[in-house]
């Protein structure tokens, strides 16, 4: 039985994926067995655009004397959708483990092209570094991370220093990245849903991450599946973790065998987190960033 309840959830956690509605219905599945020890400040306003929304999920109880360490966490979508709401369970997941998440909304395609999206999430971090105090974080603490094209965005705006520069954000106010299942060299494209997105085939120059690795002395934590079929590992995640310690950055590197590039995160819910120790290894990074 136990089997066949794991094929089940497994099966779940791929929803996420495969459709809009599919990924609405699962979030909130994954979100209701997730424990919420959290206080959620749902839709916050970063901007003046919809999509320019956070979700932010404070740890219950009463801060460390520091404040509590700050996550801003992307999701992925290929750039072409994606809502916060479906992720609660990431944002429940991190402050049970005593971070205080953020988990914002960006703009996406055919609204905008890169690099907007890359701006509204500096926006967002922005926002986040002038509240935090007010929520019990640490302004000396604050991460940012994703998954997948959520990976994307945090790599860029921790790696390429233009990003948030432009949004007011002083250098060196990033305690560290964290990246799952992110494609942080992809070029030239095949996705035929994210060739738009980069103006294919005339793609802007210095769109990718790993031309950025020697940029960044922070903390790096890099996690994949080691049989993605979606984004290559190898490429994506060894390449840039490799670029990274070439330059002297502190990288923890993860491959996970049982995962899969969406159950990847999918492990942060509690009923999924024997398909990985996603959250575990995010949280060890945190504490010691």
Same mark, same amino acid.
């Given at each position: 039985?136990?089997a066949?309840?794991?094929?089940?959830?497994?099966a779940?956690a791929?929803?996420? =994926? @495969?459709?809009?509605?599919?990924?609405?219905?699962?979030g909130?599945?994954?979100?209701?067995?997730?424990?919420?020890?959290?206080?959620? #400040?749902p839709?916050?306003?970063?901007?003046?655009?919809?999509?320019?929304?956070?979700?932010?999920?404070?740890?219950a *109880? @009463?801060?460390p004397?520091?404040g509590?360490?700050?996550?801003?966490?992307f999701?992925? *979508?290929?750039?072409?959708?994606?809502?916060?709401?479906?992720y609660?369970?990431v944002?429940?997941?991190?402050?049970?483990?005593?971070?205080?998440?953020?988990?914002?909304?960006?703009?996406v395609?055919?609204?905008?092209?890169?690099?907007?999206?890359?701006?509204?999430?500096?926006?967002?971090l922005?926002?986040?570094?002038r509240?935090?105090?007010?929520?019990?974080?640490?302004?000396?603490? #604050?991460?940012?991370a994703?998954?997948?094209? *959520? =990976?994307?965005?945090?790599?860029?705006?921790?790696?390429?220093?233009?990003?948030?520069?432009?949004?007011?954000?002083?250098?060196?106010?990033?305690a560290?990245f964290?990246?799952?299942?992110?494609?942080y060299?992809?070029?030239?494209?095949?996705?035929?849903d994210?060739?738009?997105?980069?103006f294919?085939?005339?793609?802007?120059?210095?769109?990718?991450?790993?031309?950025?690795?020697?940029?960044?002395?922070?903390?790096?934590?890099?996690?994949a599946?080691?049989?993605?079929?979606?984004?290559?590992?190898?490429?994506?995640?060894?390449?840039?973790?490799?670029? #990274?310690?070439?330059?002297?950055?502190?990288?923890?590197?993860?491959?996970?065998?049982?995962?899969?590039h969406?159950?990847?995160? !999918?492990?942060?819910?509690?009923?999924?987190?024997?398909?990985?120790?996603?959250l575990?290894?995010?949280?060890a990074?945190?504490?010691? !960033?």
């Amino acid at each position: 039985m136990a089997a066949v309840r794991r094929r089940g959830l497994l099966a779940g956690a791929a929803a996420l =994926a @495969t459709a809009p509605l599919a990924a609405c219905s699962w979030g909130g599945a994954l979100a209701a067995v997730t424990p919420a020890d959290a206080r959620e #400040l749902p839709d916050q306003p970063f901007g003046e655009d919809p999509r320019h929304r956070l979700d932010v999920y404070v740890p219950a *109880g @009463t801060p460390p004397a520091a404040g509590w360490p700050v996550v801003v966490f992307f999701y992925g *979508g290929s750039w072409n959708g994606g809502s916060r709401g479906t992720y609660r369970f990431v944002g429940r997941a991190l402050a049970s483990r005593g971070m205080l998440a953020v988990i914002p909304d960006y703009r996406v395609y055919p609204q905008v092209r890169y690099p907007e999206f890359l701006r509204d999430g500096a926006r967002a971090l922005a926002w986040t570094r002038r509240q935090l105090g007010g929520w019990g974080g640490d302004p000396a603490r #604050l991460f940012v991370a994703g998954h997948s094209a *959520g =990976a994307y965005n945090a790599a860029m705006l921790a790696l390429d220093p233009r990003w948030l520069a432009e949004a007011g954000v002083p250098p060196g106010a990033l305690a560290g990245f964290c990246g799952l299942a992110g494609p942080y060299d992809f070029l030239p494209i095949e996705n035929p849903d994210v060739k738009p997105v980069f103006f294919h085939p005339d793609y802007p120059k210095g769109s990718q991450p790993i031309q950025y690795a020697r940029g960044f002395d922070r903390p790096v934590f890099l996690g994949a599946a080691s049989s993605d079929s979606l984004v290559d590992p190898k490429r994506n995640t060894a390449q840039l973790a490799g670029l #990274l310690r070439e330059a002297g950055t502190q990288v923890v590197e993860r491959l996970y065998p049982r995962a899969n590039h969406i159950t990847l995160v !999918g492990a942060f819910a509690g009923p999924l987190r024997w398909i990985a120790p996603v959250l575990d290894d995010v949280t060890a990074f945190v504490a010691g !960033g």
